[in-house]
C-alpha cells in the first residue's frame, strides 16, 4: 500500500540528515530563513495539527468532501504532481517560533509521524476514504491523501534541510583557523 510506504518514509526524510547535528547548527541558517529547527518544528506541527484532528473524527460517517474547483485543481496538481508550489505563505497554525527546541520539536514530530502512521496500519480502507480533514490550498483531504501530502511537503522541507546543511558546512569551512605555536 502506498500510504503505508510513505507514512513509513517520512521520519527518516527529515530526521535522518540530521543526526550529529550541534545543537548550535539547529539554530543558524542565512538571513531572512527558516533555521533547521523551525523547519522540523513546521512540519512536527502540521502532522500534529491534522493527526489530532482525523483521530476526532475517526468514528465520523457522514463526512462529504468540500472543495471549491481551484482547490480541486490544486489537490491533483501537488498529490499528483509531488511538489509544493512556490510562494505560499505558511498557515499561522504552523508557522514555527524563532527559537524551537530541537529535542522537543524532533519528539513532536516522531510522535504526530507514528500517530498518523498508526491510522493507516489500524483503519479499514472505506475508513481511511471517509474521513476528510481540510487543508487550506488543497479542500478536503482524507487520510491517503493527506500521508500524501506530508511525504510531498517533507521532501520540499527536506531539500530546504540539505541546503541549510550544505550552508553549515560552508560556513564552517570559512571560519579562520588558529595558528599558533604548540606549547
Do not use: C
Request: hydrophobic share 40%; aromatic share 6%.
Amino acid at each position: 500500500m502506498k500510504a503505508r510506504r510513505q507514512a513509513a518514509a517520512l521520519e527518516p526524510l527529515i530526521l535522518k540528515p540530521l543526526r550529529g547535528l550541534s545543537k548550535d547548527d539547529w539554530h543558524r541558517a542565512p538571513d531572512g530563513r527558516w533555521t533547521i529547527a523551525q523547519i522540523v518544528s513546521h512540519v512536527a506541527q502540521g502532522v500534529d495539527l491534522v493527526a489530532a484532528k482525523l483521530e476526532e473524527r475517526a468514528a465520523r460517517t457522514d463526512m462529504a468532501r468540500r472543495a471549491t474547483p481551484r482547490q480541486h485543481l490544486m489537490r491533483h496538481l501537488v498529490l499528483g504532481v509531488g511538489r509544493i508550489p512556490a510562494g505560499r505563505k505558511t498557515p499561522a497554525a504552523t508557522r514555527p517560533p524563532e527559537r524551537p527546541d530541537p529535542t522537543l520539536v524532533t519528539a513532536q514530530y516522531r510522535m504526530a509521524v507514528e500517530r498518523l502512521a498508526g491510522f493507516v496500519e489500524k483503519w479499514p480502507a472505506d475508513q481511511q476514504g471517509r474521513v476528510y480533514v481540510q487543508h487550506p490550498v488543497l479542500g478536503d483531504l482524507n487520510l491517503p491523501e493527506w500521508v500524501r501530502f506530508f511525504y510531498v511537503h517533507g521532501r520540499h522541507h527536506a531539500h530546504q534541510i540539505a541546503v541549510r546543511l550544505r550552508w553549515l558546512h560552508r560556513q564552517e569551512r570559512r571560519k579562520p583557523r588558529r595558528r599558533g605555536r604548540k606549547p
